[in-house]
């Protein structure tokens, strides 16, 4: 695991499309622990049967479930020359997770890309998406109860990364190549001068 890059932004920001992406472009795996957590929870494994109420609730699985699911994944193959992070960390205790987890194999985080859109849009996203790919979890009531945490929660991270200078803010409410390209532009110009972390 060379080096990390993260998309952080509100639920609907976008930022798994763009992960998506760039992980294409880049040749290394997008990592999304929504996308983990879901498959855990349609296999009915152990850790997806603590999740499933969890998720149900709008709430946040504990960051001990989701380290070791991460972990898991970070030591497949295809991750061996970095991964490109979708929506993880969600918290300030995950981040510095995550800096001991890539500190491990000698990886850093190269550059958190932050999304930022608007709640109104947000939620008219969140809803269309509901429809379009019948997500059970997104309801206006669960919603409003992810935006909430979100606030509550993950926007700390922003001041976090801000201070290690990996931070990059990116207008999220903008056509999809646009910000393609202020995203490649963003992961190029911090790659010239990679931060020493988060932690």
């Known amino acids: 695991m060379s080096s990390a890059i993260v998309f952080f932004g509100p639920p609907g920001s976008g930022k798994g499309t763009q992960a998506s992406r760039l ?9 999304s622990t929504g996308d983990l957590l879901r498959n855990h929870v349609s296999r009915g494994s152990a850790l997806g049967r603590v999740a499933k109420p969890i998720m149900e609730s709008g709430a946040l699985v504990p960051d001990d479930l989701v380290t070791k699911m991460l972990k898991e994944r970070l ?4 991750a061996k020359n970095g991964a490109i992070f979708d929506g ?8 510095r997770s995550l800096q001991a987890l890539l500190e491990e194999t ?8 932050f999304i930022d859109v608007p709640d109104t849009i947000l939620v ?32 700390p991270l922003a001041d976090l990364y801000r201070q290690s ?22 992961l190029q110009n911090a790659r010239t001068a990679v931060p020493k972390g988060a932690a």
């Open 124 to 155: 008219d996203r969140l809803l269309k998406r509901a429809v379009l790919e019948g997500r059970a979890d997104d309801t206006r009531e669960t919603i409003a109860e992810r935006l909430r945490v979100y606030r509550e929660k993950t926007a």
């Open 165 to 186: 200078g990996a931070l990059v803010t990116i207008d999220g409410n903008r056509a999809i190549e646009t910000i393609a390209s202020d995203v490649a532009a963003a």
């Open 106 to 113: 000698g990886g850093r985080v190269d550059a958190v890309l």
């Open 23 to 31: 992980a294409a472009t880049l040749g290394i795996p997008q990592i």
């Open 88 to 95: 993880y960390p969600r918290t300030v205790a995950q981040a």
């Open 75 to 78: 030591a497949e193959p295809d």
